[in-house]
């Protein structure tokens, strides 16, 4: 039987993140790729596959609860421009584990404070490709 993982920990340049549950999101950094067919003739083709190395980052994101100590560390992580360091670890109860690390992470975004007693607000970071 697989469990799901669901409760990860976050931490933002070695500083630990308590995240709205079940917010936290990635992509590995493999970027895309297209695949295109030659002409090889009679009616057949031959298939063409290359990476579009113009996108080879990784993505990872995740939503805050809109306290005042939250709004200021993204507001720092934001002026920090690439130079942020996002790591993820999470454990299910049977003891599978799971970590990537996002390095050079910047907000690319102007993100978006929602304020309310019960809102949150996501930020999200491009990296190189997670490890």
Not at 92 to 120: C, H, M, Q, W
Request: hydrophobic content about 35%.
């Amino acid at each position: 039987m697989s469990i799901a993982l669901a409760d990860v920990t976050v931490t933002v340049n070695n500083e630990p993140i308590a995240i709205v549950p079940n917010s936290f999101k990635f992509t590995e950094g493999f970027g895309e790729q297209n695949y295109r067919a030659a002409s090889a003739g009679g009616g057949s083709v031959e298939p063409v596959y290359s990476n579009d190395v113009s996108n080879l980052f990784s993505m990872c994101s995740f939503e805050l609860y809109n306290t005042i100590d939250d709004i200021e560390k993204a507001r720092q992580w934001k002026a920090n421009r690439d130079q942020n360091v996002v790591g993820m670890t999470g454990r299910t109860p049977d003891g599978k584990r799971i970590s990537r690390t996002f390095s050079r992470a910047g907000i690319l975004n102007d993100y978006e404070v929602s304020l309310g007693s019960d809102t949150t607000f996501p930020l999200e970071f491009k990296s190189k490709p997670a490890v």
